[in-house]
């Protein structure tokens, strides 16, 4: 099978824009993710041992959530989250200092070319964002562009294979009074997990990308799969 560039339809690339996600999808992500994702974030916590003095890149930070876990379980790592959105960027500015976490930084910019040198960063991780790329293949170069040659980046998304029971247990933890509850399922159905990709098309693309090594396994208790790449 070979690699495989999606098309994106005109509703995708409407709730993709940088102003969607600063206006609408990133506020209302922001509040109910915490309560969804845990299980997605521990299985990161518990795959990442970086080095001592580790560098380490998150990419689609979104409000921060994992990237503030990561940077406190590992005080001697330099953490950097990076998004697209100015929003998303100030909201996990806002945990941070709430948090009193002093070596994570945040800051703006796209994926498609990350604004930082070749070969900078020991561990990098994206989760749930490389669906919304516009090129995934792009964005994956970018990392590995930036990847240090003995580095290893964690990329975490929503399968696009996963079954409705599967994603109707991960929407019942997503319960909100002010979110219609059959919206919400056909938005997950149909929008998040019925426009990512499915493991082995992110395998492909991830080989397209350069990647040497990459393995993929479903993480257990979720409609999400985890993606490890070496150069
Ligand atoms: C579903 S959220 C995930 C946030 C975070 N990684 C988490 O797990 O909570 C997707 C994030 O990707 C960001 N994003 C989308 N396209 C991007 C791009 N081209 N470059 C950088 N960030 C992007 C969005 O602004 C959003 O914050």
Same mark, same amino acid.
Do not use: E, L
């Given at each position: 099978m070979n690699f495989v560039i999606k098309k994106q339809g005109i509703f995708k690339r409407f709730l993709d824009a940088r102003w969607a996600w600063d206006l609408v999808q990133g506020p209302i992500y922001n509040r109910l993710v915490i309560k969804a994702a845990s299980e997605l974030y521990r299985r990161f916590i518990d795959e990442i041992n970086p080095p001592q003095h580790a560098k380490i890149l998150d990419v689609? #930070?979104?409000?921060?959530f994992l990237t503030l876990l990561l940077a406190k379980k590992n005080p001697t790592a330099s953490v950097v989250g990076v998004d697209y959105s100015p929003t998303q960027v100030r909201a996990a500015d806002r945990l941070r200092i709430r948090n009193q976490i002093h070596n994570c930084s945040f800051r703006q910019g796209d994926a498609m070319n990350l604004p930082f040198r070749d070969a900078s960063f020991d561990i990098i991780i994206s989760v749930a #964002?490389?669906?919304?790329?516009?090129q995934g293949k792009r964005g994956l170069q970018e990392i590995r562009r930036v990847l240090a040659p003995n580095g290893c980046a964690f990329i975490g998304e929503a399968d696009g294979g996963a079954t409705d029971e599967e994603i109707y247990r991960f929407a #019942?933890?997503?319960?909100?009074?002010?979110?219609w509850d059959p919206f919400m399922r056909w938005y997950l159905r149909r929008v998040v997990f019925g426009q990512s990709y499915r493991p082995r098309e992110a395998e492909l693309m991830a080989r397209a990308a350069g990647f040497s090594q990459v393995s993929v396994e479903k993480v257990s208790e979720s409609p999400f799969f985890l993606i490890k790449l070496q150069k």
């Open positions: 689609g #930070s979104g409000p921060g #964002s490389i669906k919304h790329w516009p #019942s933890k997503f319960t909100a009074w002010y979110v």
